[in-house]
């Protein structure tokens, strides 16, 4: 074998070993409580939409809701990152006027009745970092039972006189909080 040939298959074994490392990546499994969205209108032909919602999607796994957002605390609307909420037309919740924009979105649970909290803060992982001061509205909301029980939490929108309602939903526990244009 001749030098040229040791540098050529030795050029190629390099570059083969670095195209490896570079598609090599590591890409971690399915979140336990994968991110999902919501939005109004929910029909993808309509890109005028009105609001939208991220958020993680927790599973109840034989827990009890109580567990997973304790009653009389701040809880991040899902998992992970607190749900962030995107407003694209000014609109009401409680009585207060709300600018288009991208919000935080919390709950208080509560046994008979939560409380919706619109927040500035962004980016904040679960609501560890909750800021009061930085709520922009609030409004306290009647608990329903539904008929049927949701294992994994879950958001839907609805038009309603007026505007949009957000449908919260897990087990059998529904919240519904009016959003008006």
Do not use: C
Request: charged letters at 25%; proline letters at 5%; aromatic letters at 12%.
């Amino acid at each position: 074998m001749n030098i040229k040939s040791i540098i050529s298959r030795l050029s190629f074994a390099m570059a083969l070993l670095f195209a490896v490392s570079m598609s090599a990546q590591d890409f971690k499994g399915l979140d336990k409580s994968p991110m999902d969205g919501a939005a109004f209108p929910s029909d993808y032909k309509d890109a005028n939409k009105l609001i939208r919602i991220t958020y993680g999607r927790p599973q109840l796994n034989d827990r009890k809701i109580e567990d997973l957002a304790p009653s009389g605390k701040v809880w991040r609307t899902g998992a992970n990152e607190a749900a962030e909420l995107t407003l694209y037309t000014p609109m009401t919740l409680g009585g207060t006027q709300i600018e288009p924009g991208t919000y935080t979105f919390y709950v208080i649970p509560g046994e008979k009745e939560w409380t919706a909290i619109i927040n500035k803060d962004l980016n904040v992982w679960g609501s560890y970092f909750y800021k009061e001061d930085q709520d922009v509205a609030r409004i306290s909301v009647p608990v329903t039972e539904g008929k049927e029980s949701l294992e994994a939490f879950s958001i839907a929108f609805e038009k309603a006189e007026g505007g949009v309602d957000m449908h919260l939903g897990w087990g059998t526990m529904r919240v519904a909080v009016p959003f008006k244009k």
